[in-house]
């Protein structure tokens, strides 16, 4: 089902023709139609992450952690179609951050992610194991312990296939590295949500 939701939204995401001889733009200035219908928030910023290639980061609201949307859009350039998926969920606001996307509640996000390490480096490990060495850093641990929170990470064995990535991250937010290890494994994207018990989840992929 998740393969075939976001099928469906890569085939409303539709390209204007340029004109022949008119200079190269960036695909982030082209021109697009848009429609989704009782589409999955999620689901749409999955595909516009792969399709864009930039890395877009979803804190869900607690008090509705899944939204379906729907909204029409005619001659549209990226920030445009951001604009819609927060006028159809205005429970969220976006802004973006050296390159990358960032979508959270317009209530209060989770300031957690804004805390800053020291440093991350890492060599030849999958995305699920980075996210496992980045929320196991001691001074992570000790802000989760101190907001009685409880992670529920990837498990490393999830990605153990022919994935070697590699980190060197320093004086970055947890946010920011969250952005560097969803790039750098190609799928663009991550999700966060968060439960009444002091759980949250994170996951690399939609949804």
């Known amino acids: 089902m998740r393969k075939k939701a976001l099928a469906l939204v890569l085939f409303v995401l539709s390209s204007l023709?340029?004109?022949n001889g008119q200079p190269r733009q960036s695909k982030s200035e082209v021109l697009r139609n848009v429609e989704f219908n009782n589409i999955d928030m999620g689901s749409i910023l999955a595909a516009l992450a792969n399709e864009y290639d930039v890395a877009i980061g979803l804190e869900a609201d607690p008090e509705k952690p899944r939204s379906q949307i729907s909204f029409h859009l005619q001659n549209v350039i990226f920030s445009q179609i951001l604009d819609?998926?927060?006028?159809?969920?205005?429970?969220?606001?976006?802004?973006?951050d050296d390159?990358?996307?960032?979508?959270?509640?317009?209530?209060k996000g989770f300031d957690l992610l804004d805390s800053r390490i020291q440093s991350l480096q890492l060599k030849d490990v999958n995305r699920a194991l980075a996210i496992n060495r980045?929320?196991?850093?001691?001074?992570?641990?000790a802000l989760i312990l101190s907001k009685n929170l409880k992670p529920i990470l990837p498990s490393p064995l999830d990605r153990a296939r022919d994935e070697k990535l590699s980190f060197d991250l320093r004086d970055v937010t947890l946010r920011q590295a969250l952005n560097q290890i969803?790039?750098?494994?190609?799928?663009?994207?991550?999700?966060?949500?968060?439960y009444p018990n002091?759980?949250?989840e994170i996951k690399l992929q939609c949804c």
């Open 17 to 19: 023709s340029l004109a």
């Open 84 to 96: 819609g998926i927060v006028q159809a969920e205005p429970r969220y606001s976006w802004r973006e």
């Open 99 to 107: 390159g990358s996307i960032h979508v959270f509640p317009v209530n």
């Open 134 to 141: 980045l929320f196991g850093l001691p001074e992570v641990q």
């Open 182 to 194: 969803a790039h750098a494994s190609g799928s663009n994207f991550w999700v966060i949500r968060r």
């Open 198 to 200: 002091g759980t949250f």
